[in-house]
């Protein structure tokens, strides 16, 4: 089956992921589309983010919502905005900047009610005075807010974890754990931002790193204290990007893959058909790796008050042993976890305690920021969360929060505009794209949402392609400096199969009526120069759909945005300096940009209002007991999540990766290509 691709990275710093190119002797004739690959916020974090049903449906249909705001349809199906779309904070487009945190003073009725709401709290809500929040932060860190039967972490509970422990006068610090992270550097600043707030509410927050890497250390350097253990596996090395290809490999075993590419810098396609990087794509890796490699350098320097050439030469001088890190001042003692936990109990003054008073992430994620005097204020400003690949339609044994489905966000999205309750609406977005025909739908949609009232989106760790798609309907974009974006560009593609079968023998015969009715299902043999060309010209009306609407949507010459397009991705800076996004920073500015836009004054409390409510499916409910009561939790969860992958439609295969040489894989590299190869075809 022949598959068209605008694919981009997965949402940790792998890079380049992409949908899999199946079989063309799939009994689906249809060719498959992926979209792949003023002052603010002083008082942010006094705001809810609690759960709302979706919003009641008002009548009237989408020209009379338009008609509304003075605004009408172009051919295209978008809604043709006097204002809408951007160019660009360099480019002179002025929006709220992101001020210092500053902690807020209660005044006496305030505490009044905080501690009567304390004394009546339930008990899942209770927590003993001078306890220190414990948060383990390892591996992956979903954008999606998590059910109670969900396992793993979520960025939005722990940031809210940071804000309520900033305010509740039973918490005197924080002990952060931070072990290996796959997550994108997007997310590790939305958390250091955290960090460095929660810091100034006067109360410790110390790191502990069993394993020290650079995204570790990036984030632990951040937290007043720094501890490591004596056996502490330390690999500050630098930073690598790699990527493996199949060419030779297919070629060997008689698959050819028939790719066409629309973009110079568009990579998806190549991990099957090509054996080395091309000249455009190692460009524009190299470039996003000098991004991080340098933020990285600069960071550091600035956290620890020492030049940029003496941190360089540290990190390439090859460090992993312990001592050099407490010799130089990179951490603060060498210590074990107990030896840390009892200097902070002594420092707290717990004498009378067995052991530190502690409270675990996953517990006092139950605790309602309402109980703590954090509620909002009466204003709402709705938050829409995608998160993952993009589909249609979901599997019924899928896990929630897994991907974006189409059919229910465009629900979500309906009902907000719908809603006379919101006076924004923030979209969050962490996604390498999927499904073209779902995205566009979407766009369509929140293009409708944004005639009607403010939308921002806001990017997390990748919104590139599909991701891409659906942030440049809104009214303006958000980005961190190091989110991957961009990736406007297509890739298209199907297997020949005859060299293969000729070697197993196997034939195959197909009696067709069209000239062109054998384009997708005749795998047996190679495009004939009519198909080939024909197969070019449909990826490059897909491509130049895209790339259209792109400059429609901000605002732009089509010949300038081909510049930018070419399926190249960029960091959220480079975007910013090129009209893709409006604002650098994070979710804080983006709830700043809405409160603007909204003609909300600043200094104003907002409830944030979360639309899509998390809630178990049969999955994450057995997968959940499973976890609590026999440890069956990764069992049970790869078997359901399995099932889905059959279908074939959401394959992947890593094209590239970015990560730190510490996290390099020790597996052998044939058996991960065998593994991707076999990936490639489910």
Known sequence: MAALLLNTPPSSLSLLGFASLRSSSSSCRRPLLRLASPPILCRYRVRALESSSAASKTEGDNEEAASKNGEGFDSDGAVAEKTNGAVGEAEGREFPVEEEFEMEEFDWW???????????????????????????????????????????????????????????????????????????????????????????????IVSYIPICGEKEY????SCGECYVPPSAYVALYGLTVQSSFLGGVLEKIGI????????????????????????EVCEMLTTLLDNIYENWLETISSTLGKRRDEIEDFLNSGVYQVERLKEEGYITNISYDDEVKSMLKKRLGQKDEKDLLMVDYRKYSKVRKWTLGLEGGKEQIAIIRASG???????????????????????????????????????????????????????????????????????????????????????????????LTGSIGVVTGRFSLNKLYERIGFNKEIISRG??????????????????????????????????????????????MEEFAQGRVWSGKDAASRGLVDAIGGFSRAVAIAKHKAKIPQERQVKLVEVLKPSPTLPEIITGIGNTLLGLDKTVKEALLGLNYLNGVQARIDGILFESVSHASDDNPIFMIIKDCLNSLL
């Open 256 to 279: 050819q893959p028939e790719i066409q590419r629309i973009g110079r810098y568009k990579s998806a396609g190549d991990q099957l058909s090509q054996k080395s990087m091309s000249k």
């Open 389 to 483: 690949s993009i589909s249609r339609t979901r599997s019924p044994l899928s896990v929630s929060g897994s991907g974006i489905v189409s059919e229910q966000l465009i629900e979500k999205i309906q009902g907000a505009r719908e809603s006379k309750r919101y006076k924004a609406v923030i979209l969050r977005i962490d996604s390498p794209g999927g499904d073209a025909l779902a995205s566009d739908l979407m766009w369509r949609e929140i293009r409708l949402l944004a005639a009607s009232k403010p939308v921002i989106a806001t990017m997390s760790d990748v919104a590139a392609s599909g991701g891409y798609y659906m942030a440049m309907a809104a009214d303006a974009i958000v980005a961190e400096k190091l989110t």
């Open 218 to 221: 990036y984030l632990a350097s």
């Open 515 to 560: 000239k062109y009715a054998e384009l997708i299902a005749a795998d047996q043999r190679p495009f004939r120069p009519d198909e080939a060309e024909l197969f070019e010209k449909s990826a490059q009306n897909a491509y130049r759909l895209f790339r259209d609407k792109a400059a429609f949507s901000r605002s732009m010459p089509v010949e300038r």
């Open 110 to 204: 305030r505490l009044f009610v905080v501690k009567t709401r304390m004394l009546f709290a339930l008990p899942w809500e209770r927590v003993k005075k001078g306890s220190v929040l414990s948060m383990k932060l390892r591996g992956q860190i979903s954008d999606q807010l998590k059910s109670r039967f969900s396992s793993g972490l979520s960025l939005p509970q722990i940031c809210e974890n940071f804000i309520k422990a900033a305010y509740d006068p039973r918490v005197s610090g924080i002990y952060l754990e931070i072990e290996p992270l796959s997550c994108g550097w997007a997310k590790i600043d939305e958390i250091r931002r955290h960090i460095l707030n929660f810091k100034k509410s006067g109360k410790f």
